[in-house]
Nanobody, 125 residues
Framework: QLQPVESGGGLVQPGGSLRLSCLNSRFTLDHGAIAWFRQAPGQEREPISCIQNRGDTVRYADSVKGRFTISRDNAKNTVYLQMNSLKPEDTALYYC??????????????????WGQGTQVTVSS
């Protein structure tokens, strides 16, 4: 199954942390790239982070650099997004996206072939 499956969203106070998980196929982890996007109401879908097939190349949006960390656990076929120092403006629906056949990251949603259902992150006191 090539469609990613996200989990881990929820409600957190400003300054708190959450970890999102994205379960992928073995093929995608070995050959493709996996990205996280987010979309707030009334706004365009925004690229957040990406990890390439070998796992040693990662990308971050300026808005989350230094606060979010993307990583992978090959044994679990899972990519994680650790989110620290969360702010109210991080509130959005977070999506995991996969491009199984091309192993480098882009920031364009159209380049990703498979999308998860999304997981809601709400940062509020």
């Amino acid at each position: 199954q090539l469609q990613p499956v996200e989990s881990g969203g929820g409600l957190v106070q400003p300054g708190g942390s959450l970890r999102l998980s994205c379960l992928n196929s073995r093929f995608t982890l070995d050959h493709g790239a996996i990205a996280w996007f987010r979309q707030a109401p009334g706004q365009e879908r925004e690229p957040i982070s990406c990890i390439q097939n070998r796992g040693d190349t990662v990308r971050y949006a300026d808005s989350v650099k230094g606060r979010f960390t993307i990583s992978r656990d090959n044994a679990k076929n899972t990519v994680y997004l650790q989110m620290n120092s969360l702010k109210p403006e991080d509130t959005a629906l977070y999506y995991c996206a996969a491009r199984p056949h091309i192993g480098y990251c882009t920031s364009f949603a159209v380049d990703y072939d498979y999308w998860g259902q999304g997981t809601q992150v709400t940062v509020s006191s």
